[in-house]
């Protein structure tokens, strides 16, 4: 199974384009968005946020840590002394 250079997405057998570079390197396309955004645009497919190669980089990603300063926990433990005096 061929999958599309650009998007990541499977080539059905019978379906699709095939451009071969003069290298002899062959570029599998599901259609043809997918080979104008490629050689026409030169747009890069894990860019696009349509392609499935974003989603898959996008899942790898790891959250962001939440950094807190001292100012927010002075903040934090001087609301925790209130409830506290508070029952």
Known sequence: MAYCSFCNNEVLKGTGEIYVLKDGTALNFCGSKCKRNSQ?????????KWTSKTLVLSSERKAPEKKESALAKDIAEKLKAKEAAKK
Request: charged share 55%; hydrophobic share 35%.
């Open 40 to 48: 026409k645009l030169r747009r890069e497919g894990r860019l696009m």
